[in-house]
């Protein structure tokens, strides 16, 4: 399985979503966009982006460590699914030699490919087993429009919401509570 941290993460590489560009209406023939990239407010990169039918052409500049700077223009090709409740959803198909899985998100490296290309994990992946819960009950708090803050009260039903489905998400928050605790922490709780 590799060391902890053996895998950088999707987080640190730039991401473009077909799922995004399509809601925006950025994939339809003719359509064209250019996205950027900042971290702590300084621009740090930006691609731009042709649809075509059956592919989008990205055009940006990238650099290596040292290197100068190089242009890249490319199409990334496009697959389509149908839906089973009519419309159809879009894939990007990966440019990488060797590859060409279908995927919603490519990151940017040299090249925009796929997650596997660049052997990239999720965040979450690389999280303990009681911190991968304590997230999850915070979501659930933050979904029912409370705070992540397990220090305080669990917010009430929101107004709409089901009772079933309220004492459901109540139950696995509070599961997920009663796994986030680290071990070390009960070791110490037990030995007091």
């Given at each position: 399985?590799?060391?902890?941290?053996?895998?950088?993460?999707?987080?640190?590489?730039?991401?473009?979503?077909?799922?995004?560009?399509?809601?925006?209406?950025?994939?339809?023939?003719?359509?064209?966009?250019?996205?950027?990239?900042?971290?702590?407010?300084?621009?740090?990169?930006?691609?731009?982006?042709?649809?075509e039918f059956d592919r989008v052409v990205l055009r940006y500049r990238h650099q290596r460590y040292g290197e100068d700077w190089k242009d890249e223009e490319?199409?990334?090709?496009?697959?389509?699914?149908?839906?089973?409740?009519?419309?159809?959803?879009?894939?990007?198909?990966?440019?990488?030699?060797?590859?060409?899985?279908?995927?919603?998100?490519?990151?940017?490296?040299?090249?925009?490919?796929?997650?596997?290309?660049?052997?990239?994990?999720?965040?979450?992946?690389?999280?303990?087993?009681?911190?991968?819960?304590?997230?999850?009950?915070?979501?659930?708090?933050?979904?029912?429009?409370?705070?992540?803050?397990?220090?305080?009260?669990?917010?009430?039903?929101?107004?709409?919401?089901?009772?079933?489905?309220?004492?459901?998400?109540?139950?696995?928050?509070?599961?997920?509570?009663?796994?986030?605790?680290?071990?070390?922490?009960?070791?110490?709780?037990?030995?007091?």
């Amino acid at each position: 399985m590799g060391r902890y941290s053996s895998k950088n993460t999707t987080s640190s590489y730039r991401r473009l979503d077909n799922r995004e560009l399509q809601r925006k209406g950025f994939l339809r023939p003719g359509g064209w966009t250019s996205l950027r990239w900042s971290r702590n407010g300084e621009a740090v990169g930006s691609v731009g982006i042709r649809a075509e039918f059956d592919r989008v052409v990205l055009r940006y500049r990238h650099q290596r460590y040292g290197e100068d700077w190089k242009d890249e223009e490319y199409p990334v090709f496009l697959d389509r699914t149908r839906c089973n409740y009519g419309g159809e959803r879009v894939w990007f198909v990966c440019p990488a030699r060797g590859c060409s899985r279908r995927v919603a998100v490519v990151y940017g490296g040299s090249i925009f490919a796929c997650r596997h290309c660049y052997q990239l994990a999720y965040d979450s992946q690389r999280e303990a087993a009681y911190s991968r819960a304590l997230s999850r009950a915070q979501a659930i708090r933050m979904k029912l429009g409370g705070s992540p803050n397990m220090a305080e009260d669990f917010p009430d039903k929101p107004k709409g919401m089901h009772w079933r489905t309220y004492d459901l998400l109540c139950r696995e928050a509070e599961d997920a509570q009663n796994r986030s605790c680290p071990p070390w922490l009960i070791r110490q709780i037990l030995l007091k």
